[in-house]
Structure formats: C-alpha cells, structure tokens
C-alpha cells in the first residue's frame, strides 16, 4: 500500500469508526453561579499558548498532507476555515514532504490560503534537528509539534519498533528552533510522568491527545489481519490527562485534545487547566460533509456557545475559566485519587 493511499485510508477510518465520546469530560461538572455579573460582550476569547497568542482558545490539530488531490483540497479547505474564523493550525506529519518535495505542495498551500495565520508544523519524533528546521521553514510555521504514536505505531503492521532516544532527540529540538515546540499525543493521552519528562526537556508547550475521541489503534486494526485488540481501549481519558498534566507542570502551557466536538468540552477543558482546546476529527467530519462554509458555520456556533457558557460562568477571560471551580464525579474521581491529585 501506498503512503498516499494509508493517508486517504486514515481519513476514511476516521470518518466511519467515529468517535467513542469516552474522553471523561461527563464526569466534570461547572458550578452553576447565579451571580455572573457580566455580559455576554466582554467576554473574550483570546489566550496565550506559551509566547504564542492566539485569538480563540480553539484550533484545528494535525491531520492531512502529502501526496495527492484529496489531501490537498482538505488542507485547503480547513486553511481557509482557519483564516475566516482566525484558528490556528496543525498540518499532519511532513516527513514524507521533507525527503520528496513534489509532497510538499499539500503542506504549502496551508500557509498560501492563510498567509497571516498561526500555523503549526508536524513531524514524528524520529525527527533531526535540521528535518525540523525544514519543517518550519516549509510552512514558515509559528511553532513545530512533534507527535507521540507509539501506540498507533505497533499497531501498524508497518510501523516503527523502536522508540529509543526519542526525549532526547526532542530536546535537541527544542534547543535547535526558534520557534516554540509543542509535544503532543494522538488520542492515547499523556500521565504526569510523561508530562515532567517533557517539561524536563525544556518543552513548553504541551498537547495531551487523550483517548476518547479518534481512536488510531482501532483505525489500524480494522487495516490489519492480526487484530491487536488489547489497544482498543488503551489510553488515558482527554479530560484526566489534562488533569494529570495540570498537576505537575510548572511552566508548559497545555492543550486539551481528543474528541473535542463541543463548547462544554472546550469549556472544561479549560477549566481544568489547558489554555486551548485542539478539534481534529470532528472538524475533518464537518467539513468532509458540509465543505468548508459548513466547518466555518460550526466554528461560529462553537465560539458563541463558549461565550455564552463563559458568561454564565461569570468568566470574562480563558485565564479566570481556568480557575473555575469544578466537581468531578465517577471513574475520573476515582483515578485522580488513585494517582493521589487534587
Ligand atoms: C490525525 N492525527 C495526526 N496527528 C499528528 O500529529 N500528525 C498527523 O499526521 C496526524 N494525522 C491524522 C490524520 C487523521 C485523518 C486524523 C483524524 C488525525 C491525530 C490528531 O491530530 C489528533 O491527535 C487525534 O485525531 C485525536 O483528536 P480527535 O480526532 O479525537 O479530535
């Protein structure tokens, strides 16, 4: 099989598998307060990701690229979303663009339809010091993210077995860039462990790609004849991890992803600590169906919803939404009190 070909599979996975809807977040609940004192007019949405600012708190996560028509009109159609509704965005992984560069043009048409916009670059973490440098300069991205998929890796029949020296080939990264790196998961969510590891590499941007929405170890298995089921349901929850990070980071900023699909998602994630929220497959869905007018139309309602739940919230800023006051309930509770977190 191609690559081009497993990249248009992947696409199609993510569409029909959909999405479990097991990140957690059921199991957080806002306080309601009666006493906002606000309107909805002041509040804004804008927040800080590290030394990046960012005008919504949402933003479209790494999915397509590289060879191929079809690749390239997703990439150009979520770049124009992300330039109407002022959202950054991730491209999916450039390896394949940095070793044949008839790959890159699905990658540089982001930057062409947005050439103001925040842009993230994307490579694994087999990645060199200078292969991240093309990176960047490929899209003359705002901040490089380098994805984690161990699991999606070994459930690949053609995929990586060997994942030494990855932690520190990231710190050679992060020492080797100007701009920002940001680490992140893709749906089997980061422990604290992972999180003080990366932090210790001088990461400052985190993502924690919790399970719970697109799912790569079943997308994979369903390509695949020996079926490594045991990583179906393999991964820590969006709305845990977050919790986990939020308890031993010191500087990272974090990004809450993993089956995103609502403002209440968005909203609780960052309560519970992250400063955006990242959407990748239930964007890819709405725009896959309703082009990219229809993902500008949900971008819309997202960002009304979120202002609408802030203003309840009497939270005129993402920065006071993340000290709101939450109740956590269930098997989330459990698991927080387990790993002994607040
Ligand atoms: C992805 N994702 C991804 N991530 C990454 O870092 N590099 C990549 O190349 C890709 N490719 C990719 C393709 C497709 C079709 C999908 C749906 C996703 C992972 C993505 O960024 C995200 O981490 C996960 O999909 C979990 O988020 P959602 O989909 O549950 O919102």
Same mark, same amino acid.
């Given at each position: 099989m191609t690559r081009a070909q497993r990249k248009i599979d992947h696409v199609q996975y993510a569409l029909s598998t959909g999405q479990s809807r097991a990140h957690g977040f059921q199991e957080v609940s806002f306080v309601h307060q009666s006493l906002p004192d606000l309107a909805c007019d002041d509040v804004s949405l804008t927040t800080s990701l590290g030394e990046l600012t960012l005008s919504s708190p949402i933003f479209i996560n790494a999915m397509t690229g590289g060879g191929g028509k079809e690749t390239e009109r997703i990439n150009e159609g979520l770049a124009l979303a992300a330039k109407e509704c002022g959202l950054a965005m991730a491209v999916g992984s450039q390896m394949a663009a940095l070793r044949d560069s008839e790959e890159a043009r699905s990658y540089e048409i982001v930057r062409r339809a947005n050439p103001d916009g925040i842009v993230f670059a994307n490579l694994g973490s087999e990645a060199t010091v200078d292969q991240a440098k093309r990176a960047v300069a490929m899209l003359e991205a705002n901040a490089l993210q380098i994805h984690l998929n161990v699991i999606q890796e070994l459930t690949m029949p053609e995929g990586d077995r060997d994942f030494t020296g990855a932690l520190f080939r990231i710190e050679q990264i992060v020492r080797g860039l100007e701009v920002p790196v940001i680490v992140k998961e893709v749906g089997f969510g980061m422990s604290r462990e992972t999180v003080a590891q990366l932090e210790g590499a001088g990461v400052s941007i985190i993502d924690? !790609? !919790?399970? !719970?929405?697109?799912?790569f170890a079943d997308i994979e298995n369903e390509r695949r004849q020996r079926v490594l089921s045991y990583f179906n349901e393999w991964g820590i929850p969006t709305a845990v991890s977050i919790a986990e990070a939020a308890s031993i980071r010191r500087r990272a900023a974090l990004i809450a992803s993993g089956g995103m699909q609502t403002a209440l998602e968005a909203a609780k994630a960052l309560a519970l600590g992250a400063s955006a929220a990242a959407f990748a497959g239930s964007f890819l869905k709405h725009f896959m169906e309703r082009g990219t007018e229809g993902l500008i139309a949900e971008i819309h309602l997202l960002h009304e919803d979120l202002t609408w739940i802030m203003t309840a919230l009497g939270a005129a800023r993402v920065e006071e939404l993340q000290q709101m006051p939450l109740v956590i309930s269930g098997t989330m509770h459990h698991w927080l009190a387990e790993r002994g977190i607040e």
């Open positions: 924690v !790609g !919790g399970y !719970g929405g697109t799912n």
